[in-house]
């Protein structure tokens, strides 16, 4: 993974379990903030929501977004990431958000959303890092 520092490696693997913090832009221009699971295909980093949420509605106007990956054991030791949301897709994210449920909770299966809503997966290249 040649765009994280390699001290920093340890924050987006998953044994560390470390949360993300999104931001994106709303409509007003105002900026948006959301605590969220990730995970990584060696290039982007993944997200997940549900269909129509606000941060699904800001990344679908505005690909451009933030997130702060902070260590769970040292919230001083944290990596920054700028990007740009390059796919939004509904194709395999319900698996996605049993992965992250997996990683993050142990359970198998993602629980807390409704069976009805569409579960979406963003994929975000890193344009800018910072520590």
Known sequence: MAWIPESYLDLIKDESKAFACLATIMKDGSPQLTPIWFDTDGRHILINSALGRVK????RRNPLVALVITDPNDPYRYIQIRGKVV?????????????????????????????????????????????
Do not use: F, W
């Open 87 to 131: 796919e939004i897709t509904s194709q395999a994210a319900r698996e996605h958000i049993d992965r992250l449920s997996k990683k993050y909770t142990g359970k198998d299966k993602y629980t807390s959303g409704s069976a009805e809503e569409i579960r979406v997966t963003y994929k975000i290249l890193p344009l800018s890092i910072s520590v």
């Open 56 to 59: 699904d509605r800001n990344m």
